[in-house]
C-alpha cells in the first residue's frame, strides 16, 4: 500500500512538473485526504492493465483496455496482445491469433511471458 502512495505521489510532482495541473490535481485528489481511492485505482491498474511495449518489446507504459481485460490467461495461450503506437493518438492494443481458433473456442493470452519456466510463471501469477 505504501508504494501504491509514493508511486501517486510521483505522479503528482512529475505531472506538475510536466505543467498538466488539471491531471496532478486528480493525482493528488486520490491520495489526498484519504488513499483508499489511490489504492483501488492501482489495484485496478495492475490487475486489468496492459504493459504497453514498443516494436522491441520494451516497456513504454502500462493501460487500462477495458474488453481486453476480460481474457482469460492461458499458458498455452491462442492469441498474443500487441500495440499499434501512432504518433499524436494512445497507444492501440491489438489480440491477434497466434493459432487457429475455431467460433465458441475461448481466446486466451498469457499474463506473463511464456518463455519464462512454469515454476516462475506460477509464482508471478499468484503474487
Known amino acids: 500500500e505504501e508504494s ?20 496532478a490535481k486528480m493525482a493528488h485528489d486520490l491520495i489526498h485526504p484519504d488513499p483508499t481511492p489511490g489504492y483501488q485505482f492501482m489495484s485496478r491498474l ?6 504497453i511495449s514498443n516494436s522491441e518489446q520494451l516497456p513504454i507504459g502500462h493501460g487500462v483496455y477495458c474488453g481486453s481485460s ?5 499458458c498455452r495461450p491462442n492469441a498474443v496482445p500487441t500495440f ?15 493459432q487457429s481458433v475455431n467460433a465458441g473456442e475461448e481466446v486466451t493470452i498469457s499474463y506473463c511471458d511464456v518463455s519464462t519456466p512454469m515454476c516462475m510463471r506460477r509464482g508471478m501469477l499468484w503474487k
Not at 15 to 20: I, N, R, S, V, Y
Not at 70 to 74: C, E, G, K, L, R
Not at 86 to 96: G, V
Request: net charge neutral; aromatic share 8%; glycine share 6%.
Open 70 to 74: 476480460m481474457i482469460n490467461h492461458s
Open 84 to 98: 499499434w503506437l501512432r504518433p499524436s493518438a494512445p497507444p492501440m492494443l491489438q489480440i491477434t491469433a497466434c
Open 4 to 23: 501504491y502512495l509514493s508511486i501517486m505521489g510521483q505522479c503528482h510532482v512529475f505531472l506538475c512538473a510536466m505543467g498538466d495541473s488539471a491531471t
Open 46 to 51: 495492475s490487475m486489468n492493465g496492459f504493459t
